[in-house]
């Protein structure tokens, strides 16, 4: 079998390379690439059918990522957030920490898209140094999430050391791990790999699937292995315009995730990511699915749908309203659409 190092080794990196495996020329993309970087492992793209099909539009450049007129390069404020390189710290109890610049797949709607695959992104001994010295500092940081980049492309052995450095801090409650390895990767997710993992529990990771196609069984012995070593498993998906805005994308996607252990977690809203505006979908498309989706399907298949609302001002859930009245009684729809009535029973309003 082909080892994760050859698949990744082997990467299409060019919109000219492009044409040797399908029958259409990109080369008028190259310039695309220049200001984002392009890498399709063989393995994701194995995934692609067709020119044009939701795992292409996930991995190929298109020409309209250089015609964004509308998107901004840091769209969440990471800069201004940041005390120091690498870590972003937003909310009170926990921290951002990039740890890894490369990914196994270059996501054309990425959010880091300024910065991911790039010298740029600034992550190097020091960087990792200084983030973990910031953390055993701020003892009110009970979480850290590792995200990059992709962490799980960093080797075994240096995982094992940020992980274990991590792990000693003792006001650190929680270590999460952001990856999209599991999808856009899966042979990474090796036995070695996750005997490194589970030393450290308690231990998360959010991983990232966007269409039921990206779920092969090389996906699901990934996700497998990673669960039978005790890590719960969450996924964010991200809403994206053609590919996967639809409730039924979206329903055989999430029933899917569960079907190998994968709890949808988020559902985001596009950022407003310079090069990434031909992705987004008005707000009303993703409340509308999960309206569509809630009470039909297991609540276990439904994530949250948010938005992470611009400058850095956090995460904002947008949920379909089902409340019509409230005070002595609670009236609201249910998922069919009846009007149904809670009584309140003389409890104050808070
Ligand atoms: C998204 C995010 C988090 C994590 O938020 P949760 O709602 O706990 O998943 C933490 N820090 C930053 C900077 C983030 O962008
Ligand atoms: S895997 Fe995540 S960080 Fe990497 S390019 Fe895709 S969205 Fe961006």
Redesign the pocket.
């Known amino acids: 079998m082909t080892s994760w190092k050859e698949i990744l080794h082997n990467s299409v990196n060019s919109p000219s390379a492009i044409a040797r495996h399908f029958n259409f020329d990109c080369t008028v993309l190259e310039a695309t690439c220049t200001s984002f970087p392009m890498r399709i492992n063989t393995y994701y793209l194995s995934l692609i059918k067709t020119v044009g099909d939701p795992i292409w539009k996930?991995a190929v450049p298109d020409i309209l990522e250089e015609k964004d007129e509308v998107c901004i390069l840091d769209p969440l404020g990471e800069t201004a957030l940041s005390p120091t390189p690498g870590i972003v710290h937003k909310y009170p109890d926990r921290v951002l920490f990039l740890v890894a610049s490369?990914?196994?797949?270059?996501?054309?709607?990425?959010?880091?898209?300024r910065m991911?695959?790039s010298k740029s992104m600034g992550i190097n001994d020091a960087s990792i140094e200084n983030g973990i010295q910031y953390i055993h500092q701020n003892k009110n940081v009970r979480e850290v999430l590792l995200?990059?980049?992709?962490p799980l492309l960093l080797s075994d052995q240096r995982l094992d050391s940020i992980l274990g450095r991590l792990h000693a801090i003792p006001h650190l409650e929680v270590i999460r791990i952001?990856?999209?390895?599991p999808?856009?990767l899966p042979m990474r997710i090796t036995k070695q790999l996750v005997n490194v993992l589970k030393k450290y529990h308690p231990l998360y990771i959010n991983t990232?699937f966007n269409h039921p196609v990206e779920l092969t069984q090389e996906a699901a012995k990934a996700c497998t292995r990673l669960a039978n070593a005790g890590i719960p498993l969450g996924c964010q998906t991200?809403l994206l315009k053609g590919i996967n805005d639809d409730a039924k994308t979206l329903q055989k996607l999430f029933t899917g995730l569960l079907k190998i252990r994968v709890k949808p977690y988020y559902l985001f809203q596009g950022d407003l990511t310079k090069g990434t505006n031909h992705f987004r979908t008005h707000t009303s498309c993703g409340i509308k699915i999960i309206k569509e989706l809630t009470g039909t399907v297991s609540g276990m298949a439904i994530p949250t749908f948010a938005l992470d609302a611009p400058g850095g001002k956090g995460k904002i859930p947008l949920t379909p309203d089902y409340i019509i009245t409230t005070g002595k009684e609670l009236t609201f729809r249910n998922y069919c659409g009846e009007i149904c009535s809670y009584p309140e029973n003389g409890n104050p309003v808070l």
């Open positions: 996930q490369e990914c196994a797949m270059y996501c054309r709607f990425c959010t880091r898209k991911v695959g995200s990059g980049g992709d952001g990856t999209r390895v999808c856009t990232h991200v």
